[in-house]
């Protein structure tokens, strides 16, 4: 009952429980991993602390498209769509008493990364490759996470592999592209840069040109004096 100042008075019944027999449930996980779209998803979600059956409903928010949520506590599908929900979990056990958790999942485009290979290349001769992202929200970013691109070669921001090599042999290098919202996609790659192919200078092919018109004449004259001796 409230009384204001002129005396008039206001009731409300209310019932109180004091839920003193109801223990403290605990939910697990803690948090929940993250899933890739087109990726089957299974996880399950387990109630301890009381008296089960437990049983598990969404207390709130929306679960990620193309999963759902088995009264069991089995979290499994596969998503549809790329994004973060929210949502609360409540498990209530066999005497009503309920617990709730707050998870966020987290579910990942499929990056792809192009070329699927890169060329080779050769020193001293300018190389130049673009690899691109796409599956995710652009732009993408690029770095080399393992090993290393080939000596005079690098790789920008925006994924232009470029440069001139400076030195033979293979080099292995994972490449990773990374969108707007920090999903990533690594690929490895291996490149060859060869040896160039030695080449004579102007002068020596000319002279070379003009030993072997030489040699051919002596040849040739040399056929002319033995069928002049036979006749």
Known sequence: QATDGNGCPGVLAYTIIIAATCPVITLAPP???????GVAYSQQ?????STGPYTFSVASGTLPA???LTAGGLLSGTPTTAGSSPVTIRATDGNGCPAV???TIVIVPVITLAPATLPNGTVGVAYSQTIVGSGGTAPYSFSVTVGALPAGVTLTAAGVLAGTPTTA???????RGTDENGNFKELSYTVVISSP??????WSALLLAAGLLSLGYLRLRRRSAGTARIS
Not at 45 to 49: D, K, L, N, P
Not at 197 to 202: E, G, K, M
């Open 31 to 37: 948090t929940l991993p993250p899933g890739t779209v």
């Open 169 to 175: 042999g293979q080099s292995i290098a994972t490449i």
């Open 197 to 202: 192919v030695p080449t004579l200078p102007q």
């Open 101 to 103: 958790i707050p998870y």
């Open 66 to 68: 193309g999963l759902t």
């Open 45 to 49: 979600i387990t109630a301890s602390g």
